[in-house]
């Protein structure tokens, strides 16, 4: 489904504790009114924003982060029908916050979420995982990559780390998708500018817009996502009608909230015919460039 302007807001989205199951749902229902209430039609959470449900773990288990992946199961039901109620009440197509999904007695993906108003729903597993994912964790890789049609337009998401790879990317938008979504959580600096830069490579590469959200604040209860740093943000290629810098909009400071943007996107697949660069199209003529492979010279 082709869309002309589509109203986005991208979530800069604290890890926060809870008494109970009520005081999630009373958070997701809020976020999501703020969103919509302000038009809003499309709302993309961040990736392992569903591990605040491990405060509502017994102290011994939430502690340990393997023990973690396994109780948070027993809420990912109610998880799950909080978000799809919220998008069909609302209206709204929403990438709803990733956590760890069991898909065997020992195997957990990092799944995300995507509702849209009518009810449907799908998900998108993590393809690549962190040295602490697949190591310290054990969260492993899912589902192959999607691209979802949605009310919203087609939509491809890369999850974080996934978004540093521009291969994914160039496959996602070769499937159709009309814009990317990096849901992501990183507890550095270096982590959050690696998944930046990276957005902001791949909206250049594939002329594509790309939405950003970040986990951010200190969740020092939790010992899988304690420290989270980001920025959210909107990127655009660097060409004729855009910033020059391809910063859309960004947050300013590390306070909770949504960054809204209007995205164009048929304006955006026209810089694919009309822009100054033709990354795009160029992309396939990297292969023909080093088909004879690289010479090594020494120079005389």
């Known amino acids: 489904m082709t869309r002309h302007s589509l109203r986005v807001a991208t979530a800069q989205y604290p890890i926060e504790a809870f008494d109970d199951i009520e005081s999630f749902r009373h958070k997701a229902a809020r976020w999501v009114r703020d969103a919509a209430s302000r038009g809003a039609e499309l709302l993309v959470f961040p990736e392992y924003g569903g591990m605040e449900l491990t405060s509502l773990l017994p102290e011994a288990e939430r502690d340990d982060i393997r023990a973690q992946r396994h109780g948070l199961q027993a809420w990912r039901e109610v ?8 998008a069909m009440t609302h209206g709204v197509t929403l990438l709803a916050p990733s956590l760890p999904w069991a898909i065997g007695d020992d195997h957990f993906v990092n799944r995300a979420w995507l509702f849209t108003p009518d009810g449907r729903f799908d998900h998108q597993d993590k393809q690549l995982m962190t040295r602490f994912e697949r190591g310290d964790w054990g969260i ?14 087609k939509l491809g998401v890369l999850i974080c780390y996934d978004s540093e790879f521009p291969l994914l990317a160039r496959a996602l938008i070769d499937a159709g998708a009309e814009l990317l979504l990096v ?7 270096a982590g959050y500018q690696r998944v930046r830069l990276s957005s902001q490579a791949r909206a250049i590469e594939q002329q594509v817009a790309v939405v950003h959200s970040p986990t951010i604040g200190e969740a020092l209860w939790s010992p899988a ?3 989270n740093i980001g920025h959210a943000a909107v990127y655009t290629p660097c060409d004729h009608g855009f910033p020059p810098d391809g910063i859309l909009v960004q947050s300013a400071d590390a306070t909770p909230g949504w960054q809204f943007a209007t995205l164009d996107l048929t304006t955006i697949a026209a810089l694919r015919d009309t822009g100054q660069v ?15 492979g690289i010479e090594v010279r020494q120079l005389v």
């Open 183 to 189: 849901p992501s959580c990183t507890d550095t600096q």
């Open 140 to 153: 492993s890789p899912g589902d192959g990559l999607r691209v979802f049609d949605t009310p919203a337009g």
């Open 79 to 86: 998880f799950h029908e909080t978000w799809r109620e919220l």
């Open 278 to 292: 033709d990354n795009h199209a160029d992309w396939l003529r990297q292969a023909q460039r080093l088909a004879d």
């Open 225 to 227: 996502v304690d420290i």
